[in-house]
């Protein structure tokens, strides 16, 4: 979620008016991809995209015609655990559980403590648990067979993004609703314990955070988006310490066998690039791997290793609906896909 930028719009723009009554229609997921489109803040108008693959149709409006209501407002992360997709809506402050094969709501799980916002961010599981970051200061761990919250862990200022890694738990801790005095920390959670283990520093404002194959964790910080450049730097998940800080501008990444994925979005100029880093020998293997003239506006990055495809999610100035843009795994561009508002995250169905 770009909360500052996406605040301002929200304000210029007006969410759809929609009957929350209206029936609903079963369909069976199959053969496609499931798209969560953040919408704009306070506009509650975040909603989910089905791209069926077998005829290239777009549902632009799933959630909303298998369940007869509304996502919430800002979905802000989205990922399959066994049979059931876990949805972060996060000013809406609940974690949506939908039935994978026809995209119905299991259970919709308040994320508040007592009277107070928690923030959910985002997700990962293990073990049977999920671990969700709150931007008040916690991991929440939730248990995937009762659907219920069963401990709160503490760790520092506003979490977003969690990596898991030889039996750890990895944290950014961005402090990010305390601009400009943000954090710089990366939690270290022992699995076992539930404990935090470590507290290490990595730079100003950490976000993304993601492992490699050969179990190596990358974070990306994001600095002040002026003085202070995005870096991307790599955590040795054994001894916990900080062993590299590469040079160039990051905002995202996303694995790809043994490369990443490595995603930039310049707020001052508007502009995109996408970079290949080879995660083996730790270079850059190619510095503009794909054209970003046909992008608006880069707003995130996932490789199906299934179909061996690369996807683009262009959020169009965040002002208009937005676009699954899809490429072969050489950066060739081939088609696009029109979705919902501000497209995030992607589910793939084989």
């Given at each position: 979620?770009?909360?500052?930028?996406?605040?301002?719009?929200?304000?210029?723009?007006?969410?759809?008016?929609?009957?929350?009554?209206?029936?609903?229609?079963?369909?069976?997921?199959?053969?496609?991809?499931?798209?969560?489109?953040?919408?704009?803040?306070?506009?509650?108008?975040?909603?989910?995209?089905?791209?069926?693959?077998?005829?290239?149709?777009?549902?632009?409006?799933?959630?909303?015609?298998?369940?007869?209501?509304?996502?919430?407002d800002t979905g802000n992360d989205m990922k399959v655990y066994g049979s059931k997709i876990y949805i972060i809506v996060n000013n809406s402050n609940t974690v949506e559980v939908i039935n994978k094969k026809d995209g119905k709501s299991i259970k919709q799980i308040s994320m508040t403590n007592g009277a107070a916002a928690k923030q959910p961010r985002s997700i990962t599981f293990y073990n049977g648990k999920a671990f969700v970051t709150c931007y008040d200061g916690f991991v929440d761990v939730i248990d995937t067979t009762s659907l219920t919250i069963s401990q709160r862990i503490p760790v520092g200022s506003n979490p977003e993004g969690l990596a898991i890694s030889n039996g750890k738990l990895f944290v950014s801790n961005s402090g990010g609703l305390n601009y400009p005095a943000v954090d710089s920390t990366v939690s270290i959670i022992d699995l076992a314990s539930y404990t935090e283990l470590d507290r290490i520093v990595v730079g100003k404002n950490p976000g993304a955070i993601q492992v490699d194959s050969e179990g190596d964790v990358y974070v990306i910080t994001r600095g002040n988006y002026g003085t202070i450049p995005s870096r991307m730097v790599r955590i040795n998940s054994q001894t916990n310490a900080v062993e590299q800080t590469f040079s160039f501008d990051a905002s995202g990444m996303a694995l790809m066998q043994d490369y990443f994925l490595i995603s930039f979005y310049n707020y001052s100029t508007q502009t995109s690039e996408i970079r290949l880093f080879n995660t083996l020998s730790e270079t850059l293997a190619n510095s503009n791997f794909i054209s970003t003239s046909g992008l608006t506006t880069l707003y995130g990055i996932q490789y199906n290793p299934v179909s061996d495809k690369i996807y683009c999610l262009d959020a169009m100035n965040y002002t208009n609906s937005g676009y699954v843009r899809q490429y072969t795994s050489s950066g060739v561009f081939e088609k696009s896909y029109h979705v919902g508002l501000n497209p995030s995250k992607l589910v793939f169905y084989e």
């Open positions: 979620m770009r909360l500052s930028s996406l605040f301002v719009l929200s304000l210029l723009l007006f969410a759809c008016d929609k009957d929350d009554n209206q029936p609903t229609v079963t369909e069976t997921l199959d053969n496609g991809i499931l798209v969560l489109c953040e919408g704009l803040f306070q506009q509650n108008n975040s909603s989910l995209s089905w791209i069926d693959l077998s005829n290239e149709t777009v549902n632009t409006d799933f959630f909303t015609s298998q369940n007869g209501r509304f996502l919430g």
